[in-house]
């Protein structure tokens, strides 16, 4: 029985929107574990929250405070949040190394030492992973 996402801490994944935020980064989107989280805008309807798509750019729901309202989130996908809320930078790097795209910006990953580690140097500095 996979535990609901409102017992899981979510704030891991706010703290690094908020990282890439203040270093200035704008369209901010993170791919991980099949999903790809992306902030909304400051004067949209859902101020601070965080979007969760499949990576198929099918619509989940979105994180809001600690809560993740998901409204056609699976288990399974459940699941995959709560991996990338317990360690975003070990997500992140699992995903560039299995792609070999930056979870980030989603670039290719061309350099050896950014395959090795799974994330683009910038990427990695500016979100904080
Ligand atoms: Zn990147």
């Not at 990282?19 to 999903?35: H, N």
Request: glycine share 10%; hydrophobic share 40%.
């Amino acid at each position: 029985m996979i535990p609901h996402a409102q017992n899981v801490d979510l704030s891991p994944i706010h703290a690094m929107f908020s990282k890439a935020q203040e270093a200035g980064l704008k369209k901010l989107a993170y791919r991980a574990e099949g999903l790809v989280l992306t902030l909304a805008k400051p004067h949209s309807t859902n101020p601070g929250a965080i979007y969760v798509t499949r990576k198929n750019g099918i619509y989940l729901g979105k994180v809001v405070g600690q809560q993740f309202v998901g409204y056609s989130a699976t288990d399974a996908d459940r699941a995959a949040l709560q991996v990338i809320a317990s360690d975003p930078a070990e997500a992140a790097t699992r995903y560039g190394k299995m792609t070999r795209e930056c979870s980030c910006c989603g670039r290719e990953l061309s350099d050896p030492a950014s395959v090795a580690a799974g994330i683009g140097p910038i990427c990695a500095t500016k979100w904080g992973l």
